[in-house]
T-cell receptor, first 114, second 111 residues
Framework: DAGVIQSPRHEVTEMGQEVTLRCKPI?????LFWYRQTMMRGLELLIY????????DSGMPEDRFSAKMPNASFSTLKIQPSEPRDSAVYFC????????????FGDGTRLSIL | KQEVTQIPAALSVPEGENLVLNCSFT??????LQWFRQDPGKGLTSLLL?????REQTSGRLNASLDKSSGRSTLYIAASQPGDSATYLC??????????FGRGTSLIVHP
């Protein structure tokens, strides 16, 4: 099992550019989560999907953020336009169910917006 | 809204010490409490998951306890080693089953 795979590992871009983060969950996991981690706010849940359907996006900070899951093996988190305050580490996690099932995290994408 | 607090925020100890990391949560109506480990530049790795009906879970040198009524959990690390150096996060899952994470305890075990 390859685990949760995220790409890119690092992204540096200028303010105003579009940023797309990618995630491949573990095969067979029905739930996929996107988190953001910063020193100031810790680990925040942005959105999660069940069977490719977005269930709760109340953590998405602004309309500049959007997430999709076109199929069970792929999800994207897009920021357009990006701003310096979006700089953070973005994690994707998956799990087979939510009741008493630990989440499996990817290694994250470190995003820097200049 | 569930809030999870971890104390201390940072801890530095010599190798061999037994450690206790603390986690408190405001809403005792949880389904489970999880402990994770995060190494620098890496994602979180699940260490232990305690279901609401359980009092503790053990894995090797790690033991986690849960007291729902008081809103507390502790992670006990026996005979600490330099390889235990990492950030440890706890997370409480409530009605939506989605975990709320604490800010973590950064642990350094020096030889």
């Amino acid at each position: 099992d390859a685990g949760v795979i995220q790409s890119p590992r690092h992204e540096v871009t200028e303010m105003g550019q579009e940023v797309t983060l990618r995630c491949k969950p573990i095969s067979g996991h029905d739930y996929l989560f996107w988190y953001r981690q910063t020193m100031m706010r810790g680990l925040e849940l942005l959105i999660y999907f069940n069977n490719n359907v977005p269930i709760d996006d109340s953590g998405m900070p602004e309309d500049r953020f959007s997430a999709k899951m076109p199929n069970a093996s792929f999800s994207t988190l897009k920021i357009q336009p990006s701003e310096p305050r979006d700089s953070a580490v973005y994690f994707c996690a998956s799990c087979p169910g939510t009741v008493n099932q630990p989440q499996h995290f990817g290694d994250g994408t470190r995003l820097s917006i200049l | 809204k569930q809030e999870v607090t971890q104390i201390p925020a940072a801890l530095s100890v010599p190798e061999g010490e037994n450690l206790v990391l603390n986690c408190s949560f405001t809403d005792s109506a949880i389904y489970n409490l999880q402990w994770f480990r995060q190494d620098p530049g890496k994602g979180l790795t699940s260490l232990l998951l305690i279901q609401s009906s359980q009092r503790e879970q053990t894995s090797g040198r790690l033991n986690a306890s849960l007291d729902k009524s008081s809103g507390r959990s502790t992670l006990y690390i026996a005979a600490s080693q330099p390889g235990d150096s990492a950030t440890y996060l706890c997370a409480a899952s409530g009605g939506s089953y989605i975990p709320t994470f604490g800010r973590g305890t950064s642990l350094i075990v020096h030889p």
